[in-house]
């Protein structure tokens, strides 16, 4: 006798029904910042919906509703997260997110770009391809190097 065990369905109860429809009829993964990395570095292009509020931005909802006509208009070249809404403003920070909603690219584990805001449909398929096309880089803001005031003046020699 074999025994299958199934890894029960992820608690969407805090999503927006919208976002929650991404989890559960487009295979997206549910994320924390304690689980972000582990679903980046799977492999291959990744994006993770930064929604926030849906009061407060209205417009994540239409990202939650296109993001799977993104993905079928690249021809499936990425993967999909959502972040539970208690996580999102730690990943935000994680990944220099500065606009709501946010589409985040990562590739293998690293950064490659954020898509804030919603966007007409040409403009948005443009802006995806050119993300997807870009390589890896520093997260903006993370590790700028603090320079003091007085740093010109060379004390040191």
């Known amino acids: ?39 980046s570095a799977e492999g291959g292009d990744r994006v ?10 209205p417009e994540a909802l239409d990202v939650a509703v296109v993001l799977p006509e993104l993905q079928r208009a690249v021809g499936g070249r990425f993967q999909i997260a959502v972040a539970a809404r208690g996580d999102e403003d730690a990943l935000a920070r994680r990944y ?4 709501w909603p946010a589409l985040v690219f990562l ?30 880089s520093r997260v903006p803001g993370v590790g700028i190097p603090v320079v003091s005031a007085t740093a010109g003046a060379s004390a040191c020699h």
């Open 1 to 39: 006798m074999t025994m299958t065990t199934t890894t029960p369905p992820p608690d969407t109860t805090d999503l927006h029904p919208l976002v929650a429809r991404l989890v559960r009829a487009f295979d997206a993964r549910l994320v924390t910042p304690d689980s972000v990395d582990a679903w």
């Open 48 to 57: 993770l919906l930064l929604g926030g509020d849906p009061v407060r931005f």
């Open 96 to 99: 220099g997110v500065l606009r």
């Open 107 to 136: 590739r293998e584990g690293r950064y490659v770009s954020v898509l804030p805001g919603m966007h007409d449909w040409t403009d948005y398929v443009a802006q995806v391809q050119a993300a997807l096309a870009m390589a890896p």
